[in-house]
Every structure is written in C-alpha cells, then in structure tokens.
C-alpha cells in the first residue's frame, strides 16, 4: 500500500513566507507530521510526495533521506501533482490495482485510529474505495450570489458531509478517473470527486475533528493543540 501526498502547494492564503507545508508545529513541520501520520499504519510501506519545482524546503525534512519515501515534481493544481506521482509508480511497475492512499500535506493531526478505519473499508470494497468525512453539524446556509452576505435560504444538513483526507482508491481507476475529468473539464478538488465523475460512490467513514487542514494563520494554534494532546495520550 502506498501513501500519496500532493505538496506542491504555495498556500497563499497563509500568509506566510514559505509554503505553509513547511511551517513548524510542535516541533515538526506539517508535511512531516502527515508523512508520520501515515506511517503509523504498517500496511503503508512507501510514501510519495510530489513537490513544486522550485522547493528548496524538502532537503532539510526529517524523511529527506528516508528509503521508504520518494518524491516528483508536482503540478499546478492537487490534480495534476496526484497524477504526476501515479504516473511515475507506474513507471516503477507497480500494481494497477494497489490501493493508494491520499494525504493532504496539511492535516498533520491524522489519528492511526481513523487512518486504520479508513483502510479497512477500502480494503473490503477496493472497487469503491473509501474517505474520512464528518457529518456537517452547523445549520447550512447558501447565499444569493458568490460571497453575498445575504441568506438566500437553510440547506438541508442531513445529508451533507465535510470531506477530509486520507481518500483511498485502487491505482490505476484512480488515475482514470482524473484524468477523464481533466479531459472533459470537470471541476474536482479531491479524489473522491474524480471518482463519483465515473459513477462510483465512494465510502465515507467518519473521521475527526483533529484531522482538519490547515488553511488559515489561526488554524496553527489548533493544530498544536491537537497534536500536542495526542502525543500526552502515549
């Protein structure tokens, strides 16, 4: 099994000199705390980053030199820099349908529980593959126009979800996938997206709050938090 993380982001919205994969939370940066993250599965035996040609932050990671890890460049989008790194697993010849796990280099707070969870329900349905998701607890609201002010009206909540990160899909189906939605320009910002483009219904199992991405300048404190609180809990 092979973990996949697209890194090649700038993460403007940070506001922060250096990509903010690269920002330090309790003590390791956030690309090294989601690589360590999926580690802690034993099925995981590789990780592949895909990175953005001008990174010069990469060679001072804690896994820089680690065998079990390997890296490309990336591309513009999340998109591309997932196709990029099974393109080239492809290349080293491995299996069509291994299933590979995809990682947001910014959700540093990835539970071995949840990330166990998701693996096992990927595992029973390879085919239809499986992502951490929360239930959306807040009432919904859709305004009239693109950052209106005004409530057009209340979304009904019961069926809606806030997709996180690990998405676990057999190789090969993913790659079509994405590509076919590139193809016919489809708008997908996650895997998962590209596979419902096919007609698959992914699993949604559900994850944890501490598995947020962090996207915001504030967002830091509570990725300390959680990561600090997880590493009393051993």
């Known amino acids: ?26 003590g390791k940066t956030l690309l090294d705390h989601s690589i360590c993250a999926l580690f802690n599965d034993p099925r995981i035996e590789q990780v592949w980053v895909a990175l953005h040609e001008h990174d010069r ?10 065998q079990r890890v390997h890296t490309t460049q990336g591309g513009g989008t999340r998109a591309e820099s997932v196709v990029a790194i099974l393109n080239a697993l492809l290349q080293q010849h491995a299996k069509k349908d291994a299933l590979v796990v995809v990682h947001d280099a910014a959700r540093p707070g990835l539970s071995t529980n949840a990330l166990a969870r ?21 009432t919904v609201k859709f305004a009239h126009v693109q950052a209106s002010s005004h409530v057009a009206r209340t979304v009904d909540r019961e069926q809606l979800w806030l997709a996180q990160t690990p998405q676990v899909f057999q190789l090969e189906p993913l790659l079509t996938a994405i590509t ?14 590209a596979m419902e483009s096919m007609g698959i219904s992914p699993a949604l199992v559900i994850g944890n709050r501490a598995g947020f991405k962090v996207t915001d300048p504030e967002d830091l404190a509570l990725a300390e938090y959680y990561l600090q609180r997880a590493s009393q809990a051993f």
Do not use: C, F
């Open 180 to 193: 076919h939605a590139q193809a016919n320009k489809i708008a997908v910002t996650d895997e998962s997206s």
């Open 118 to 138: 998701v693996i096992d329900a990927a595992e029973s349905e390879p085919e239809r593959g499986a992502l951490l998701a929360l239930p959306v607890r807040d």
């Open 1 to 26: 099994m092979i973990g996949v993380i697209p890194a090649a982001g700038i993460g403007q919205r940070m506001e922060a000199e250096i990509p903010k994969q690269y920002l330090v939370v309790a």
């Open 57 to 66: 932050w990469w060679p001072q990671s804690l896994y820089a030199k680690d």
